[in-house]
């Protein structure tokens, strides 16, 4: 995978930002003829491409999934700004939780891959 496009309003962008940055996630610039409808993070090759909307659509179910360079730091650092996180039972023998991004979206955080 490279990338993952959802849609968020643009009054969230600057918050989703900064949820992703707590992530490991950079604002990178995309493409010029997106950066009026577009807003970027990556970490190494992955990117979150935050598409900008007035009535975006969050599935009730559907959900990206990042594996955390260090799961307690990141949920711990998730916590610590005021966030949710939802701990699950492991799967694949891989700590995991559930938090919303300030758009809605459910993000899964696993320790590690499935193998």
């Known amino acids: 995978m490279h990338h993952v496009a959802v849609e968020?309003?643009?009054r969230d962008a600057d918050a989703c930002?900064?949820?992703y940055e707590l992530l490991g996630f950079s604002r990178v610039e995309p493409p010029e003829t997106l950066r009026d409808d577009a807003v970027w993070v990556q970490k190494?090759?992955?990117q979150v491409h935050l598409l900008l909307t007035d009535e975006?659509?969050?599935p009730p179910r559907g959900h990206v999934a990042f594996v955390a360079?260090?799961?307690e730091t990141d949920?711990?650092?998730l916590?610590?700004?005021g966030f949710e996180v939802d701990p699950r039972p492991e799967h694949w023998g891989s700590p995991r939780c559930f938090v919303n991004d300030p758009a809605g979206h459910r993000v899964e955080l696993m320790a590690f891959p499935p193998a």
């Open 8 to 10: 968020t309003h643009r």
């Open 17 to 19: 930002v900064a949820f």
């Open 44 to 46: 190494r090759p992955y």
């Open 56 to 58: 975006p659509v969050v």
């Open 69 to 71: 360079d260090d799961y």
């Open 75 to 77: 949920t711990a650092r």
């Open 79 to 81: 916590r610590h700004a």
